[in-house]
């Protein structure tokens, strides 16, 4: 007979960059240099005028390259020495040698400033106009890093001003990228006749450049050489969406004087009122404001700028916006008023701010929710009291007959409830589907909440419940004492597991991911997080633990999860990589912390031009990691010029039933994907001793692997439509009391065989949660990693995950399963997934969740 088998593996990929996208081209392998070129180099390089002559001399070739393409003139060019370069072009150095970047050494003097030696390059014929991709020209070079005394002598030596980098920048375009750029360099392209009109892939403009940074004497410049003052990128921007971002009045009265649009709208409808609101520019709202922006434009989901700034919690824009003609009951496309927005957020200064200006307290969605039912879900009880005191209906129901009652009863809510009830809220509501709200606070095993509805005589219906012995009250820890590190990281990844799973569980179809491996991924990129950004992620990952503390703790984590494999019979790899550009600074604090806490392999890698050669290494080490279950993850067209860094987290697990299903009673059964709908499925049957609860509407089994360190729990709902309700009701506390109901018994157990694979894309799952700023670009600040402030933000956080279950294992783990069980009850109850259910891979000893997912049809191997 053979036992059943589980094997799943993630990765988890988050993409730090600044750039695009573009088909990459491989270098050529290069010949190992010389020791002579070697030394030459490195005089070069020092600027040892009198090694060099000595070198040459004995017939060392002044054209050789050191393993990067660099000949001796790029170093001496790099370094400043001018003599030694001049030294080195008398002797027939070739002056438009390219290293592997395509990189000439005028372009290395003109990055690092050295004018002398920029004059003699050129005096040795240099091509002022030579090209290097992505890096451009050496024009390109002194703007990038704000030399205007190297810029001007390109100017005067008859470089092509107007040329342009594979993504559409311009010289003109990229001295005016970054705020620390020196804006003189921008003056100095302007007055020679830099076109001011020049558009980068995206359609962007110098004049948008310049908006963006709040360069006042540069934007006039550049209006009076005649740029379009409302130009627009491909997304719809114009500049003055760009000023209204982040900078003062100035710039923006200005633009408006000259012309902008004040009502232009984005590809998204959006206003640059829409877009300080939304980042709580108040200042941008004044003048936007008192120049006739209209503070009722609308999106096309019918979202008000009052709507962007309630929703992100901007109360002095609120308050601006109200003073200027906001509507506060305006309704979106569903039904939703700004009123909905602050009560979810919880922020009851905003609520009063809107009730006192006139909101509707019992303004209707198109779901039928009312402000008190999000308060209530979310369990904002200063919110709810205010509502109430304005009139907010406590009985109101949505389309599916739940009160507010019934929101806060099944989260376990108890003085909100207590305040609902006391205000009251009819206790014996119940909802379309017959359910009490003692029923819900009951299935969600919050008995706190049981109890104070049984003191207000809550009509109680037991008919549907198979064992009241097992509905028990809520089990406490079994000492109050306080929560270790580990503990306390254990609960963070737990508590941001349910979050982003009520993200995602909107997305149609199977679901599955590995929770364990996105906050470890991410917390390669916390540990180089600073200011707002850390902040951000720290609440997103509900992370308690500071920066010095959280990441030996994942270190101590890892080495316990590492451990289980070690009894042969459980394999569970988890494994990090960090693949950083391979001439790019990274702070060695940064990455001695992620190699020391993550045991993180770092391997330099090009990808501004063999971007295939490193694809194909970082899915080698993947498929490594996963035993070839996932090839070619990382694909070119993934990466771009500008990448600097790709983080990868990969996790493998493969082990077996400790009680093995037999094959031979696999048989292929119906699988209700729906009330109307069913598909043929294989599925496997078994009568064993299982950790086992029931409860009116769900049942809970847990099938534990050999070794009994880790288990699969699996969650179904008794009705074929019922997964939506379970989903709604996952929490750590909800989890931890059905694992502490299960009581060992005899359990007639079928469950399908199944096989799928999911990638997700996470941004905006991580967005909605609330980390923003790490994926805008000169908002992120992850100087941790580099010392840049707002340089690096992450371009993309990619998800890929595969599990399959069926029965293979082995007799003998069979046999010493059978010798733990106990006696069992005459009629085993029985728990048959032949529809939607939702599982979870946990690690006993700690708690962690490694996998989490849904079936909601096995023939589907895909997402």
């Not at 070069?44 to 009198?50: D, F, L, Q, S």
């Not at 049984?454 to 929560?483: C, E, F, P």
Request: aromatic share 8%; with cysteine.
């Amino acid at each position: 007979m053979k036992a059943s088998k589980f094997c799943c593996l993630v990765l988890a990929i988050a993409f730090l960059s600044f750039g695009c996208n573009k088909k990459p081209a491989e270098t050529k392998k290069r010949e190992k240099p010389s020791e002579q070129t070697i030394l030459l180099c490195n005089a070069a390089e020092e600027g040892n005028i009198e090694k060099v002559k000595s070198l040459i001399a004995s017939g060392a070739d002044v054209n050789s390259k050191s393993k990067y393409g660099d000949t001796p003139l790029h170093y001496a060019a790099k370094h400043g020495h001018k003599l030694v370069a001049e030294l080195l072009i008398e002797s027939g150095a070739e002056v438009n040698a390219k290293n592997k970047l395509s990189e000439t050494p005028l372009h290395l003097a003109a990055e690092n400033g050295y004018k002398d030696v920029v004059k003699a390059l050129i005096a040795g014929g240099a091509d002022v106009n030579a090209e290097a991709g992505y890096r451009g020209t050496p024009l390109h070079k002194a703007a990038f890093y704000g030399h205007r005394d190297v810029a001007e002598l390109l100017v005067a030596a008859g470089t092509d001003i107007n040329v342009s980098r594979p993504d559409g920048l311009t010289s003109l375009h990229v001295a005016l990228q970054f705020r620390w750029r020196d804006p003189n360099v921008a003056k100095v392209l302007v007055a020679n006749e830099a076109d001011v009109n020049a558009q980068d892939k995206y359609g962007g403009t110098p004049l948008h450049y310049a908006a963006s940074l709040g360069y006042k004497d540069v934007t006039k410049l550049l209006i009076a050489k005649g740029a379009d003052i409302n130009a627009r990128r491909i997304n719809g921007e114009t500049p003055l969406h760009e000023a209204a971002l982040q900078v003062g009045m100035n710039i923006i009265q200005l633009l408006i004087d000259k012309g902008a649009d004040v009502n232009a709208k984005n590809s998204l409808s959006e206003t640059p009122l829409h877009y300080a609101a939304r980042h709580g520019c108040g200042d941008a709202v004044e003048v936007l404001v008192a120049n006739g922006a209209d503070v009722s434009a609308i999106t096309p989901g019918g979202y008000t700028p009052l709507h962007f700034a309630v929703s992100h919690g901007q109360k002095n824009i609120a308050e601006l916006l109200i003073a200027n003609g906001g509507d506060t009951d305006a309704r979106t496309s569903s039904g939703r008023t700004p009123l909905f927005s602050a009560a979810l957020r919880g922020r009851r200064d905003i609520v009063y701010l809107l009730i006192a200006n006139g909101a509707d307290t019992n303004a209707k969605m198109l779901s039928g929710w009312r402000p008190l039912h999000y308060a209530a879900r979310q369990g904002h009880i200063n919110v709810a009291e205010l509502l109430i005191a304005n009139s907010a209906d406590v009985n109101a129901k949505d389309n599916n007959g739940q009160t507010p009652l019934h929101k806060a009863a099944s989260r376990g809510y108890y003085n909100l409830a207590d305040l609902l009830v006391e205000e009251g809220a009819d206790v014996n509501a119940e909802d379309n589907d017959g359910m009490a709200v003692q029923e819900c606070a009951r299935a969600a095993g919050h008995n706190d909440v049981v109890e104070l509805l049984k003191g207000n005589r809550a009509k109680v219906n037991t008919t549907d419940w198979y064992d009241q012995k097992i509905v028990v009250g809520r089990v406490q820890k079994a000492a109050a004492k306080s929560l270790t590190d580990t503990d306390s990281l254990v609960l963070s990844n737990s508590t941001f597991a349910f979050d982003l799973y009520r993200q995602l569980c909107s997305l149609e179809g199977n679901l599955f991911f590995s929770p364990y491996s996105i906050s470890t991924a991410l917390a390669l990129a916390y540990a180089g997080a600073r200011g707002n950004t850390e902040k951000q992620m720290a609440q997103t990952l509900h992370f308690s633990l500071d920066q010095k503390s959280i990441h030996p703790v994942f270190a101590e984590l890892q080495v316990v999860l590492n451990q289980i494999q070690k009894d042969g019979n459980i394999k569970l790899c988890i494994a990090n990589s960090l693949w950083p550009q391979q001439d790019y600074k990274f702070l060695n604090e940064y990455l001695s912390l992620v190699k020391r806490s993550y045991g993180a392999y770092i391997t330099g890698v090009d990808y501004i031009n063999a971007r295939q050669t490193a694809c194909k290494l970082i899915n080698e080490w993947v498929e490594n990691k996963t035993e070839d279950r996932i090839k070619d993850l990382v694909q070119p067209e993934s990466l771009d010029e500008l990448t600097l860094l790709v983080l990868v987290n990969a996790i493998y697990f493969k082990g077996n039933w400790e009680s093995p299903f037999d094959v031979s009673k696999t048989k292929d059964v119906n699988f209700y994907v729906s009330s109307k709908k069913s598909v043929q499925i294989p599925m496997m049957h078994q009568t064993e001793k299982f950790r086992y609860a029931e409860f009116r509407t769900l049942q809970i089994i847990e099938l534990p692997y050999i070794g009994d360190s880790l288990s699969m729990l699996l969650i179904l709902p008794k009705r074929i439509d019922g997964l939506g309700q379970i989903e709604n009701s996952l929490s750590v506390e909800n989890i931890e009391f059905w694992r502490q109901c299960l009581d060992k018994r005899e359990v007639n157990i079928s469950i399908p065989k199944f096989k799928m694979s999911r990638e997700l894309l996470l941004v905006n799952m991580l967005k909605a949660l609330g980390m923003d700023d790490a994926f805008i670009y000169q908002q992120a600040n992850f100087a941790g990693m580099d010392g840049r402030d707002n340089w690096l933000f992450i371009g993309g956080v990619i998800h890929k995950a595969f599990i399959e279950v069926n029965e293979e294992g082995t007799e003998a783990a069979a046999a010493t399963a059978v010798g733990m069980l106990g006696g069992a009850p005459p009629t085993p109850p029985v728990f048959r997934a032949d529809h939607p259910f939702l599982f979870l891979i946990q690690e006993k000893q700690t708690g962690s969740i490694l996998f989490i997912g849904r079936v909601t049809d096995p023939t589907k191997s895909g997402q």
